[in-house]
């Protein structure tokens, strides 16, 4: 979806037991969770017993249960992929705008992409939201334990957070050639989830490997190394999934900083689905590797218009959110 604005997503609400155990030693309150097979809980942080409550910490985590993991492996299905759609709140233009309609007002020269068969890096994340199924863009980030996944915040948390929650790298004309990714964890900033602060618009997302895969996800696809605060204009190529069509575009663009927290491209036809797309600098066609510095999302959920996209840059409490997800994985 270019999930450029966001219709609001039905809360997991099945907890099937959490056990929370508070101590205080040395003036530290310290907090341990139990979490049964099947369940998802809702923690500020998440390690050991020695670990405190999560203050201190920049984001929430959302587990999710091996139960409700088996329900998103069941859920999507090929047909269901394949008749997902991109849901926005995004209604300046119809659901399928014309060419002539998404595109008026961009600046001349503004590029076109192209159609692929797609990146072993980047694909679609799949979801459920108010019982309709919806996709939107994520990628694989290089990570020390080698299972996480960078989205769009909108993408995984409005009112709630999303459900039947799976990412399918390379995803291309109805076929899912790595398999289907089970998210077991969803870190969002603690201030996106609270206010749905449009700096604050990314998410990381821990897989697991599908049935008979081998190795966490990164030693299957690949992975693009996260660059933080890097928001000076550069030459990038923006990868997305959109409404239109069963196979990703890609586009080479220059992106420029806009204010302190929001960076755009120009480029025609990024629209619903694309929300989450990653913006790479140093792309290689090749691999699917190269630098992610950002992710469409951020002011206006990506934009308001097709040709006009942005990103949260990705400042230091980024990074921070990126090493607690990594901690915890």
């Known amino acids: ?46 390690g050991s017993a020695a670990r405190t409550s999560g203050a201190d910490l920049p984001g929430s985590v959302y587990v999710v249960g091996a139960a409700a993991r088996a329900a998103a492996r069941s859920f999507w299905t090929p047909g269901r992929m394949a008749a997902a759609t991109g849901a926005s709140a995004r209604q300046v233009l119809p659901l399928a705008p014309s060419t002539s309609l998404a595109e008026a007002g961009a600046p001349r020269g503004t590029p076109w992409p192209v159609t692929f068969g797609g990146a072993p890096t980047v694909g679609t ?22 299972n996480l996944v960078m989205t769009a915040a909108h993408c995984v948390y409005a009112s709630g957070y999303a459900t039947h929650i799976e990412f399918a790298p390379g995803y291309h004309d109805g076929v899912a050639p790595y398999g289907a990714w089970p998210v077991q964890e969803i870190t969002v900033a603690k201030g996106w989830r609270q206010r749905q602060d449009p700096s604050l618009d990314y998410a990381f997302l821990e897989v697991v490997p599908p049935p008979y895969s081998a190795g966490p996800i990164q030693s299957v696809t690949g992975a693009l190394t996260i660059g933080f605060s ?66 469409i999302g951020g002011y206006e959920a990506g934009g308001y218009q097709s040709w006009a996209s942005y990103s949260t840059i990705l400042w230091q409490g980024a990074e921070s959110l990126f090493r607690q997800a990594e901690a915890g994985a």
């Open 125 to 146: 994340l799949f979801y459920t939201s108010s019982a309709r199924s919806h996709f939107c863009t994520a990628s694989v980030v290089a990570s020390k334990a080698g």
């Open 230 to 295: 890097r928001h000076d204009a550069q030459s990038i190529t923006v990868i997305g999934y959109n409404d239109s069509g069963q196979r990703p575009i890609r586009c080479a663009t220059k992106s420029f900083k806009v204010s302190g927290s929001q960076m755009e491209f120009y480029c025609h036809s990024f629209w619903y689905g694309t929300s989450g797309g990653p913006w790479i600098i140093g792309y290689n066609g090749r691999t699917g590797g190269g630098t992610v510095f950002g992710v």
């Open 1 to 46: 979806m270019r999930l450029r604005g966001c219709s609001g997503f039905a809360a997991i609400t099945r907890i099937v037991r959490a056990v929370v155990v508070v101590a205080v030693a040395a003036g530290t309150v310290v907090v341990a969770s139990g979490i049964a097979a099947g369940g998802v809980a809702e923690a500020a942080g998440r």
